[in-house]
């Protein structure tokens, strides 16, 4: 059974998707719409090969970075991206409470390879 996808490329940080904000308040809803994209293409395309989800899950992103010039917590800001792409996919229903439980992050660096690999794991499959 499939449970995860790999965005092959690295999406906006947080201080890029605040520069553009800044920039122009259309800007920074262009970064969004078209990064909610991207996450939503990879997550219909899993769709396709078998990922369903059912019940409450934890969600395990393995962010690899082409290097070591942001930070962590600005990386993982793109957990928005990827819910709402999840969202706009129909793969989940919602990103609230009760269909999001907790969050696991690693990082690593892979300047040839830099991707977003997502798990998704039901609470039945944790115990």
């Not at 490329?9 to 553009?20: D, G, I, K, M, S």
């Not at 122009?24 to 809803?29: I, K, P, V």
Request: with cysteine; aromatic share 10%.
């Amino acid at each position: 059974m499939i449970n995860s996808f790999t965005i092959p490329q690295e999406l906006p940080a947080l201080n890029e998707y605040v520069n553009e904000q800044r920039r122009n308040r259309f800007a920074g809803a262009k970064v969004k719409k078209q990064a909610t994209y991207v996450c939503s293409m990879y997550a219909k395309a899993a769709m396709n090969r078998g990922l369903k989800v059912t019940g409450k899950i934890d969600i395990y992103v393995h962010w690899f970075v082409s290097s070591k010039r942001k930070d962590k917590d600005n990386i993982r800001f793109a957990i928005k991206f990827i819910q709402d792409g999840m969202m706009e996919a129909g793969l989940i229903d919602n990103d609230g409470w009760q269909q999001i439980g907790d969050y696991h992050d690693e990082f690593s660096v892979d300047k040839q390879n830099p991707r977003v690999e997502v798990e998704l794991r039901t609470h039945e499959e944790q115990k």
